[in-house]
């Protein structure tokens, strides 16, 4: 990617390790495939293939905002600028060029004589059609909200885009087109007003990554094929065939790595297994940095006291959120659900982005220890009737097998001293979803990152008509994000990180429990793993070989 001679200041974040890939040795398959079917082989032509509890909610990239869904994206689809393994900066995939020619337009020229899988052209009108496509949609589980700086896209010739900005020197934007937001679809195929069916992409060949996908059985078994039209930064994949193999759960995920069925189990194995797998001679430990993020989300309208509820206050609401957060032990649920593979979030940017600081440290408990009295106060102090009744939702499958601790241990902590009754239930992921926008007054969410900058913990959140559709409107916040993105000046961008982090604090409009990471345990047969758990938190099967 070509900068002006001041350049973009892109932060690179020196993050943790958590629990999130293991790779298999793949000796003991037989050519025929393993009893489920999953493709295997020799070494000298057998696919690369996955393993993974994830689930895909769509290959549409206006129909989805999630890593399982995304990591299918990165095989498949085309960027703009991608990130080569190994780092976090934008490089040319797509584009030869891609520029500030002003404040306020970001210009990108196409190499010439681009092809998708299927033969049709990709050009300039593909690029306007998936951007514009993007915002026309606006999906509530797409990620439409990453474009909120994009005033308009215009397409002068078949190679140039020009996208021009709502605030200026947009510090974020070349990350953005990374991002999950970032996929180009083919005009020719998708439409422009509807999220498009997994089944009719894959028919219409409208690839233009990595692979493309040859058969697909959703959320069962993906097998996929390098793609020769494909003349990105990735370059021709290591591997000439690929494929992803769905668990329903981490049991049988573990059983496949030690049997060497699979190639790759990539999320979610339980802190335990990975203990387990290190222990195996077999199989290599690689540790990589990550930035996910665990939390709880309030919906200001149907939470306690929320605005739609029959007793609506927006003051004992607030109070219901501080209490919670008063409550909450991190350490607890770090160390006893998760072994110390997650250590506890203050904060809503994690540990190790620049501006990241530790407001809820400072506002709740007592430095970051749970504090039932101060707790009890802010309930009281506001009125509220105690004991507060919660209902929680959390997903088992999505945000791996010990979701189903780590929320019994937070009903627990919240119910301890009598003060809240939870009531917990639990939704698989697709439904899951589809659900939390409407129906679930408080639920849990992971965040993985989409760039590597703070701002992607911020806007996607607390924006105006943000990603969580939680109906949380702070004017002064949503400014603050807005200009943020636009100050040139190292400082002053990092003050005004630290200081949106502090006013969400005392919003809570979601409530961080956790910063997690990755590991990865690989095969002896198997080579590239370290260079799929960089900086960029992307997963690319095309680095992997055998």
């Known amino acids: 990617m070509t900068r002006k001679k001041n350049g973009l200041r892109l932060a690179a974040a020196a993050l943790g390790i958590s629990a999130l890939a293991l790779t298999g040795c793949t000796s003991s398959a037989s050519n025929d495939g393993d009893a489920s079917g999953a493709p295997s082989g020799d070494a000298s032509g057998a696919p690369i293939t996955l393993g993974t509890t994830d689930k895909v909610t769509s290959l549409d990239p206006a129909g989805s905002y999630d890593n399982g869904s995304f990591m299918v994206m990165n095989q498949i689809f085309p960027f703009l600028l991608n990130s080569e393994p190994g780092s976090p900066e934008p490089s040319n995939d797509l584009a030869e060029s891609a520029e500030f020619t002003s404040d306020k337009e970001f210009t990108v020229k196409l190499k010439p004589g681009l092809k998708w899988a299927n033969g049709n052209d990709l050009d300039s009108k593909d690029v306007k059609f998936t951007f514009d496509r993007q915002l026309k949609i606006a999906d509530p589980n797409g990620p439409s909200s990453l474009l909120g700086n994009v005033e308009s896209i215009t397409a002068p010739d078949a190679t140039t885009v020009v996208f021009k900005l709502k605030v200026a020197n947009d510090q974020t934007f070349p990350q953005v087109l990374t991002s999950p937001v970032g996929p180009i679809v083919d005009d020719e195929v998708f439409p422009a007003d509807k ?87 077999n199989l290599v430990v690689h540790k990589g940095p990550g930035g996910e993020l665990r939390y709880i989300v309030f919906n ?81 102090d506001a009125g509220v009737d105690i004991p ?70 911020l806007s996607p959140f607390f924006a105006k008509d943000n990603f969580l559709s939680n109906n949380y409107d702070n004017p002064a916040v949503d400014k603050l994000i807005s200009e943020q ?62």
Do not use: C
Request: proline fraction near 5%; charge should be negative; charged fraction near 25%.
């Open 195 to 281: 999220v498009m069916a997994d089944e009719e992409i894959v028919a219409g060949k409208a690839f233009g990554g990595q692979y493309v996908i040859d058969s697909y059985n959703k959320n069962s078994l993906i097998s996929m094929s390098a793609n020769d039209a494909y003349a990105g930064v990735l370059g021709a994949p290591a591997n000439k065939s690929a494929a992803i193999k769905y668990y329903a759960d981490s049991n049988n995920l573990k059983l496949d790595v030690q049997q060497g069925n699979i190639d790759v189990a990539y999320r979610s194995l339980t802190p335990t297994d990975v203990e387990d797998l290190g222990r195996d001679s």
């Open 300 to 380: 200001f309208d149907t939470m306690p006291y929320g605005a739609k509820t029959a007793d609506a206050d927006a003051a004992k609401s607030l109070a219901v959120r501080q209490a919670a957060a008063n409550l909450i032990d991190r350490e607890a649920i770090a160390s006893e659900v998760y072994k110390g593979t997650y250590t506890p979030a203050y904060s809503y940017v994690p540990q190790g982005f620049t501006g990241a600081i530790e407001p809820l440290k400072e506002l709740y408990g007592t430095d970051g220890k749970p504090d039932a009295a101060k707790a009890k106060k802010v309930l009281e």
């Open 388 to 457: 507060v009744s919660l209902p929680l939702q959390y997903n088992p499958d999505h945000y791996g097998p010990s979701s189903g601790d780590e929320y019994a241990l937070v009903k627990k902590q919240l119910e301890a001293d009598g003060l809240f009754k939870v009531d917990l239930k639990s939704t698989e992921w697709v439904t899951y979803q589809k659900q939390r926008v409407t129906d679930y007054p408080a639920y849990q969410l992971g965040w993985f990152p989409d760039y590597s900058d703070a701002d992607n913990y």
């Open 485 to 546: 993105r636009g100050m040139a000046d190292a400082a002053e961008r990092t003050k005004a990180i630290e200081d949106l982090q502090t006013m969400v604090a005392k919003d809570l409009s979601t409530l961080p429990l956790l910063q997690g990471a990755q590991v990865a345990v690989a095969g002896k047969d198997v080579q590239g793993v370290e260079k799929t758990l960089d900086p960029s938190f992307k997963f690319r099967l095309g680095v992997l070989s055998k």
